[in-house]
């Protein structure tokens, strides 16, 4: 199937990629009047007077295309591209198209979220702005989503030149295109850490654990002592010594005991 240039008509390459973000088959063109200062494009103003500045109705796609480079000393790099175009929802054929080159090409009005300024551009460079406006807020907003989508792959949103693919994109590219599978006799050797491998902590030093003792132990007893106290006496000893005093005269049972 032969693949044709949205903003031109004319065939591209063989190898031309296209994908369609997006299409509404039923959106309003307008004659508009210029831009109001200070207020921006008013879709009131192309509304009024019965319909009078509306043009037609045509089916609105959102196309991207992507031209691979040439091996033949053309095209250095692949080429992005995005194109709105206005067509004929009847029979397709093309009524005006603009290039999205820069985020200006689209702008919102200022009081509604279903309409839009589109600036359109012939093969000749010549330029126009035309109002389109859609039945529905969700067609409206989809609308709005391709063209975010079409910001990222054009590399607006990072900053990079229009018309060629964010380094992000390529980088992935590159990764898709590595073959990291297994060769026939490959293997993989992974170490994993043993399940009884860990180090036991090491017990604190015999000296450590004396030195934190000792500041909880009673002092040592004097040399020469054995440390226990003596015995209470007994009652022959207590007896004995009772006997002994009244033998010298100290007690004769009658005044009591002054030992």
Not at 42 to 67: H, L, M, N, P, Y
Not at 142 to 163: I, M, N, R, Y
């Amino acid at each position: 199937m032969e693949v044709l240039d949205p903003a031109t008509g004319r065939p591209l390459p063989s190898d031309a990629i296209q994908r369609v973000l997006f299409i509404a088959n039923s959106v309003h063109v307008y004659n508009i009047p210029p831009m109001t200062p200070g207020k921006g494009h008013v879709a009131a103003s192309w509304t009024a007077d019965d319909g009078k500045r509306q043009i037609f109705t045509a089916r609105v796609r959102v196309i991207e295309t992507a031209i691979p480079a040439s091996d033949d000393g053309g095209a250095a790099e692949e080429k992005v591209k995005t194109d709105i175009a206005l067509e004929d929802a009847s029979n397709g054929s093309l009524f005006a198209a603009a290039p999205y080159t820069a985020p200006a090409v689209v702008e919102p009005v200022s009081d509604s979220s279903r309409f839009f300024a589109l600036r359109v551009q012939d093969e000749a460079g010549r330029k126009a702005t035309l109002g389109i406006g859609f039945e529905e807020r969700s067609e409206a907003f989809d609308f709005g989503v391709s063209l975010q989508e079409a910001q990222k792959t054009l590399g607006w949103a990072g900053g990079g030149p229009a018309g060629k693919k964010p380094a992000a994109v390529e980088r992935k590219d590159g990764a898709e295109k590595r073959d990291l599978s297994l060769k026939e006799g490959e293997t993989i050797t992974i170490n994993l850490p043993g399940r009884f491998g860990r180090r036991k902590p090491e017990p604190p030093p015999a000296q450590a654990e004396n030195d934190a003792l000792s500041s909880f132990s009673l002092p040592p007893p004097p040399p020469g002592s054995s440390g226990i106290l003596p015995p209470p006496p007994s009652a022959t000893s207590v007896r004995a010594k009772r006997l002994s005093a009244q033998k010298l005269g100290f007690d004769d049972g009658k005044f009591g005991e002054f030992a």
